[in-house]
C-alpha cells in the first residue's frame, strides 16, 4: 500500500447482525472514498449504502434521509427526519417526482433533526419514506445510485481514505441499518436481499454473481 494511505478495517462495534455475514461477498481491492461533504472526523457505519466506481476504483456515498414524522404538503418548509443522517445545508433531496433544498439544519432533539427546506417539497410523506440526495431542487434525478455497501466502519479524515466493498449480503435488517437504503438503490442492487417485515426478498429473484467486481 502507497505511503500515506490509510485503509480503516477496524470492525464496528455491535451486538445484532445486519445481514448474514455468512452471504457477504467483497469486491476486490480498496476503494477510494470521495469524502466532499462528509465531515471530517466523523464515522460512516458498516453497511452505509455506496455507488462504487468498478473500473476507476472509487467509492461515493449514496445520501439518504429517512422521514420521521409524516410530512403534509402545502406551505410546509419543515421537515422531521431521522438521526444521524449525511444531510447537509444546500443539498437537493428528491423523490423521483418532487424535491426541495435543505436550507438549515437542527439537530437539537435527541429523537429526530429538523430541515428546514427553501419551499415546500410539493408531496406529502408518510414516515419511513426515504428521499435520496438529488441533482437539482426538481429531486427527479438521484445524484447517485447505490451498488454496493461499506463493509467496515470508517472514520473521515482529510486526504486518501480507503475503504472495502461488500459486493452481495443476504437476509440484511433494514432495521438495524442506520443509513437506509432508497427503493431506487434496492432496484439496482440484486445481489443484496433486503428483509421486508422480518421475511426474506420474494422468491424467484435472482442473486447470481456479477463476472466482474
Do not use: C
Not at 83 to 103: E, F, P, Q, R
Request: glycine content about 8%; proline content about 5%.
Amino acid at each position: 500500500m502507497s505511503a500515506g494511505y490509510k485503509y480503516y478495517i477496524e470492525p464496528e462495534p455491535s451486538i445484532e447482525e445486519r445481514y448474514d455475514v455468512s452471504t457477504g461477498v467483497r469486491r476486490r481491492g480498496p476503494y477510494k472514498l470521495d469524502t466532499t461533504n462528509l465531515v471530517v472526523g466523523s464515522f460512516l457505519p458498516s453497511f452505509t449504502p455506496i455507488a462504487a466506481d468498478l473500473v476507476k476504483k472509487t467509492a461515493q456515498v449514496a445520501i439518504r434521509v429517512e422521514v420521521y414524522e409524516k410530512f403534509t404538503t402545502g406551505s410546509n418548509t419543515t421537515l422531521k427526519i431521522k438521526k444521524n443522517s449525511l444531510a447537509y445545508v444546500g443539498m437537493h433531496l428528491g423523490n423521483g417526482s418532487h424535491g426541495a433544498t435543505i436550507n438549515s439544519i437542527d439537530k437539537s432533539n435527541k429523537d429526530f433533526d429538523k430541515l428546514t427546506l427553501a419551499a415546500d417539497f410539493g408531496e406529502t410523506l408518510e414516515a419511513g419514506t426515504v428521499l435520496y440526495e438529488a441533482t437539482a431542487v426538481d429531486g427527479t434525478t438521484p445524484k447517485v445510485i447505490a451498488n454496493s455497501a461499506l463493509y467496515e466502519r470508517v472514520q473521515v479524515e482529510e486526504g486518501i481514505v480507503l475503504v472495502a466493498l461488500l459486493m452481495r449480503a443476504f437476509e440484511i435488517e433494514p432495521t438495524k441499518l442506520v443509513m437506509p437504503f432508497s427503493d431506487i438503490d434496492k432496484a439496482n442492487m440484486p445481489h443484496f436481499q433486503f428483509n421486508a417485515a422480518g421475511v426474506q426478498s420474494p422468491a424467484g429473484v435472482s442473486y447470481e454473481l456479477p463476472e466482474a467486481s
